[in-house]
């Protein structure tokens, strides 16, 4: 389709070309305005080009942004439907958890009942790092009182620090403690035989034992050169690594008077 523009400049350059006779150097002001016309049509020529070529660009953008809004509208309705079984699973979720927090509650006075004990074992057994074992009891408890963790976490952890305790009854091996001496405590080498037998060495090279008397534990040294003697040896084989066989010991048996 040609524009209004380009149609006048056609009209006038076949109405300057329809003058009678040549144009010659006397007529400078028609020369001027015909090369004027001339560049003129050029001009309109090329932007009737540029605006073809704007013309089908745009035509091309709106194609690609119409694409764009299908692809769009796509994603919505498939966000849609995300969102509507992420509902239906999270009301799924949030029934399961009101279910088993009804179960948890029924295993709370049952934690609290193993925990007590568990503790009351520690403190009345073998005096073999007693706050730090009855720590880790109390802590589980805190956690269990506070909310912080569910019952049956609670439980899974409950049963595991059971299982550490049972692991002890079958051990043998040699630790630092503090041990009560007199009116001092002493970070002293002991060495635990399961959970039967405690024995003691201090950095001055004092050696005893664990003895239980009225129900109370004490650490009382040996004055006895043979007792004294089979301890360092105990000292020493545990010392090498050797765990298991038979020890020489120094009053074996627990006592309790």
Same mark, same amino acid.
């Given at each position: 389709?040609?524009?209004?523009?380009?149609?006048? %400049?056609?009209?006038?350059?076949?109405? !300057?070309?329809? !003058?009678?006779?040549?144009? +010659?150097?006397?007529?400078?002001?028609?020369?001027?305005?015909?090369? @004027?016309?001339?560049?003129?049509?050029?001009?309109?020529?090329?932007? &009737?080009?540029?605006?073809?070529?704007?013309?089908?660009? !745009?035509? +091309?953008?709106?194609?690609?942004? @119409?694409?764009?809004?299908?692809?769009?509208? &796509?994603?919505?309705?498939?966000?849609?439907?995300? *969102?509507?079984?992420?509902?239906?699973?999270?009301?799924?979720l949030q029934s399961a958890t009101r279910e088993a927090k009804?179960?948890?509650?029924?295993?709370?006075?049952?934690?609290?009942?193993?925990?007590?004990?568990?503790?009351?074992?520690?403190?009345?057994? *073998?005096?073999?790092?007693? @706050?730090?074992?009855?720590?880790? %009891?109390?802590?589980?408890?805190?956690? *269990?009182?506070?909310?912080? *963790?569910?019952?049956?976490?609670? &439980?899974?952890?409950? $049963?595991?620090?059971?299982?550490?305790?049972l692991q002890l009854t079958r051990e043998n091996g040699l630790y630092q403690q503090i041990v009560?001496?007199?009116? +001092?405590?002493?970070?002293?080498?002991?060495?635990?035989?399961?959970?039967?037998?405690?024995?003691?060495?201090?950095?001055?090279?004092? %050696?005893?034992?664990?003895?239980?008397?009225?129900?109370? $534990?004490?650490? %009382?040294?040996?004055?006895?050169?043979?007792?004294?003697?089979?301890?360092?040896?105990?000292?020493? +084989?545990?010392?090498?690594?050797?765990?298991?066989? $038979?020890?020489?010991?120094?009053?074996?048996?627990?006592?309790?008077?």
């Open positions: 389709m040609t524009s209004p523009l380009r149609l006048l %400049v056609c009209f006038g350059l076949a109405a !300057l070309f329809a !003058l009678p006779g040549p144009i +010659s150097a006397a007529d400078p002001d028609l020369r001027a305005q015909a090369e @004027q016309l001339a560049t003129l049509r050029g001009e309109v020529e090329a932007l &009737a080009d540029e605006l073809a070529l704007t013309k089908d660009t !745009l035509r +091309s953008d709106l194609r690609g942004l @119409q694409a764009e809004s299908a692809d769009l509208e &796509a994603r919505i309705r498939r966000e849609e439907q995300r *969102l509507a079984s992420l509902q239906l699973e999270t009301e799924r009804d179960a948890s509650a029924v295993l709370i006075p049952v934690l609290h009942e193993a925990m007590d004990g568990i503790d009351a074992g520690i403190a009345a057994g *073998l005096p073999f790092r007693v @706050q730090e074992r009855r720590d880790e %009891v109390r802590t589980l408890r805190k956690q *269990l009182d506070d909310g912080m *963790l569910p019952p049956s976490t609670v &439980a899974s952890r409950l $049963w595991t620090l059971m299982e550490d305790e009560p001496l007199g009116d +001092s405590e002493v970070l002293a080498e002991v060495a635990r035989l399961g959970m039967v037998a405690l024995y003691y060495r201090t950095d001055a090279g004092e %050696v005893g034992k664990a003895t239980r008397s009225g129900g109370t $534990w004490r650490f %009382v040294p040996f004055t006895s050169p043979e007792e004294q003697q089979v301890t360092q040896e105990l000292f020493v +084989s545990l010392r090498k690594q050797i765990r298991t066989g $038979w020890f020489q010991l120094a009053q074996p048996f627990p006592e309790d008077s």
